[in-house]
């Protein structure tokens, strides 16, 4: 059982800046799709930002130019540095491996952008 583990969630003013993290399984990380999601409360889950095993990388259009994802396979880890946050931000950030057509998600971690 794949087990992702998420970090770095809280409450933050409108303009403020937030990293995210999340630690995924080390024997098959490097091969692995990372990617960020996000679902408000009566919302889709939808896509943030997704990086390839190979690098590329795809960013949702509400938040490009905003949000930066990167991966460290060294340390198993994928990040989500969340800069200029707006109140529209605000959701539960969901981790995604997807391995061999298959996915893991984290547990989720809040985030929250006052006005």
């Known amino acids: 059982q794949v087990q992702l583990v998420e970090s770095g969630g809280g409450l933050v003013q409108t303009g403020g800046s937030l990293r995210l993290s999340c630690v995924g399984p080390?024997?098959?990380?490097?091969?692995?799709?990372m990617g960020w999601y996000r679902q408000a409360p009566g919302k889709q889950r939808e896509l943030v930002a997704l990086i390839t095993s190979g690098g590329s990388i795809n960013y949702a259009d509400s938040v490009k130019g905003r949000f930066t994802i990167s991966r460290d396979n060294a340390k198993n880890t994928v990040y989500l540095q969340m800069n200029s946050l707006k109140p529209e931000d605000t959701a539960v950030y969901y981790c995604?491996?997807?391995?061999?057509?298959?996915?893991?998600w984290g547990q989720g971690t809040q985030v929250t952008v006052s006005s």
């Open positions: 080390g024997s098959i990380f490097s091969i692995s799709a």
């Open positions: 995604n491996s997807n391995w061999n057509k298959k996915n893991f």
